[in-house]
Protein backbone atom coordinates (compact mmCIF):
# COMPACT_ATOMS: atom_id res chain seq x y z
CA UNK A 1 0.00 0.00 0.00
CA UNK A 2 1.25 3.39 -1.04
CA UNK A 3 2.17 5.92 1.96
CA UNK A 4 3.29 9.29 1.95
CA UNK A 5 5.01 11.78 3.87
CA UNK A 6 4.89 15.34 3.86
CA UNK A 7 7.93 17.80 4.82
CA UNK A 8 9.54 20.91 4.36
CA UNK A 9 6.89 22.45 6.70
CA UNK A 10 7.95 25.43 9.13
CA UNK A 11 7.69 29.09 10.42
CA UNK A 12 8.91 31.36 7.66
CA UNK A 13 8.18 35.45 7.77
CA UNK A 14 5.77 36.70 4.92
CA UNK A 15 6.90 37.09 2.19
CA UNK A 16 9.34 34.67 2.29
CA UNK A 17 9.44 30.97 0.62
CA UNK A 18 9.20 27.18 1.63
CA UNK A 19 9.34 24.51 -0.44
CA UNK A 20 7.49 21.14 0.84
CA UNK A 21 8.29 17.85 -0.86
CA UNK A 22 6.01 14.56 -0.95
CA UNK A 23 7.32 11.39 -0.75
CA UNK A 24 6.07 7.82 -1.18
CA UNK A 25 7.14 4.29 0.09
CA UNK A 26 5.53 0.67 -1.10
CA UNK A 27 5.22 2.42 -4.19
CA UNK A 28 6.00 4.87 -7.02
CA UNK A 29 4.81 8.53 -7.48
CA UNK A 30 5.18 7.86 -10.62
CA UNK A 31 1.68 5.68 -11.10
CA UNK A 32 -0.24 8.34 -9.80
CA UNK A 33 -1.65 11.38 -9.90
CA UNK A 34 -0.83 14.40 -6.93
CA UNK A 35 -2.71 16.57 -5.13
CA UNK A 36 -1.46 19.23 -2.42
CA UNK A 37 -4.08 20.04 0.03
CA UNK A 38 -4.03 22.36 3.16
CA UNK A 39 -6.31 22.82 6.22
CA UNK A 40 -6.19 26.26 8.72
CA UNK A 41 -7.22 26.04 11.77
CA UNK A 42 -11.58 26.09 11.94
CA UNK A 43 -11.56 25.92 8.41
CA UNK A 44 -12.58 23.62 5.75
CA UNK A 45 -9.93 21.76 3.28
CA UNK A 46 -8.67 23.39 0.41
CA UNK A 47 -7.08 22.25 -2.81
CA UNK A 48 -4.34 23.80 -3.64
CA UNK A 49 -2.71 22.00 -6.75
CA UNK A 50 -3.08 19.07 -9.03
CA UNK A 51 -0.88 17.31 -10.96
CA UNK A 52 -2.06 14.50 -12.94
CA UNK A 53 -0.45 10.94 -13.75
CA UNK A 54 1.20 11.90 -16.97
CA UNK A 55 2.36 15.69 -15.87
CA UNK A 56 0.75 17.05 -18.59
CA UNK A 57 -1.59 19.35 -16.84
CA UNK A 58 -0.87 20.90 -13.50
CA UNK A 59 -3.84 23.71 -12.04
CA UNK A 60 -3.81 25.64 -9.01
CA UNK A 61 -6.05 26.92 -6.75
CA UNK A 62 -6.62 31.23 -7.79
CA UNK A 63 -5.43 32.01 -4.11
CA UNK A 64 -1.88 30.52 -5.34
CA UNK A 65 -1.65 30.77 -8.66
CA UNK A 66 1.71 32.80 -9.18
CA UNK A 67 3.17 32.13 -6.11
CA UNK A 68 3.21 28.33 -5.71
CA UNK A 69 4.79 25.56 -8.28
CA UNK A 70 4.42 21.89 -8.21
CA UNK A 71 7.09 20.03 -9.58
CA UNK A 72 8.50 15.81 -9.40
CA UNK A 73 11.94 14.79 -9.14
CA UNK A 74 11.93 11.61 -11.00
CA UNK A 75 15.00 10.49 -10.21
CA UNK A 76 14.32 11.02 -6.02
CA UNK A 77 10.57 10.70 -6.70
CA UNK A 78 9.01 13.21 -5.15
CA UNK A 79 6.71 15.99 -5.56
CA UNK A 80 7.77 19.35 -4.35
CA UNK A 81 5.37 22.12 -3.82
CA UNK A 82 7.51 25.30 -3.82
CA UNK A 83 5.84 28.21 -2.73
CA UNK A 84 6.98 31.65 -2.58
CA UNK A 85 5.94 34.98 -1.49
CA UNK A 86 3.85 33.59 1.19
CA UNK A 87 0.93 35.06 2.86
CA UNK A 88 -0.33 34.66 6.20
CA UNK A 89 -3.51 33.15 5.28
CA UNK A 90 -0.89 30.37 3.46
CA UNK A 91 -0.91 29.13 7.18
CA UNK A 92 -2.21 26.01 7.32
CA UNK A 93 -1.05 21.97 7.19
CA UNK A 94 -0.40 21.05 4.29
CA UNK A 95 -1.22 17.21 2.67
CA UNK A 96 -0.52 15.77 -0.54
CA UNK A 97 -2.85 13.05 -1.81
CA UNK A 98 -1.82 10.39 -4.79
CA UNK A 99 -4.70 8.67 -6.64
CA UNK A 100 -6.75 9.33 -9.93
CA UNK A 101 -6.91 12.89 -11.17
CA UNK A 102 -10.66 14.81 -11.20
CA UNK A 103 -10.87 16.29 -14.55
CA UNK A 104 -12.78 18.68 -15.99
CA UNK A 105 -13.18 20.42 -19.40
CA UNK A 106 -9.59 18.92 -19.76
CA UNK A 107 -8.30 20.44 -16.76
CA UNK A 108 -7.23 18.64 -13.23
CA UNK A 109 -9.04 20.31 -10.62
CA UNK A 110 -7.50 19.70 -6.97
CA UNK A 111 -10.18 18.08 -5.33
CA UNK A 112 -10.17 15.00 -3.12
CA UNK A 113 -12.12 13.01 -5.38
CA UNK A 114 -10.08 9.98 -6.64
CA UNK A 115 -7.42 10.29 -4.03
CA UNK A 116 -6.84 7.29 -2.63
CA UNK A 117 -3.54 8.23 -0.58
CA UNK A 118 -2.62 10.79 1.89
CA UNK A 119 0.09 11.54 4.05
CA UNK A 120 -0.01 13.05 7.44
CA UNK A 121 0.36 16.56 6.83
CA UNK A 122 3.49 19.43 7.53
CA UNK A 123 2.75 22.47 8.86
CA UNK A 124 3.35 25.78 7.69
CA UNK A 125 2.98 28.66 9.70
CA UNK A 126 3.30 31.92 8.11
CA UNK A 127 4.19 34.57 10.51
CA UNK A 128 6.45 37.94 11.47
Known amino acids: QLQLVESGGGLVQPGGSLRLSCAAS????????VNWFRQAPGKEREGVSC????????NYADSVKGRFTVSKDNAKDLVYLQMNNLKPEDTAAYYC?????????????????????WGKGTLVTVSS
Open 26 to 33: GGTLDDYA
Open 51 to 58: FTRNRDII
Open 97 to 117: AAGSSFIVQGMCRPHPYGMDY
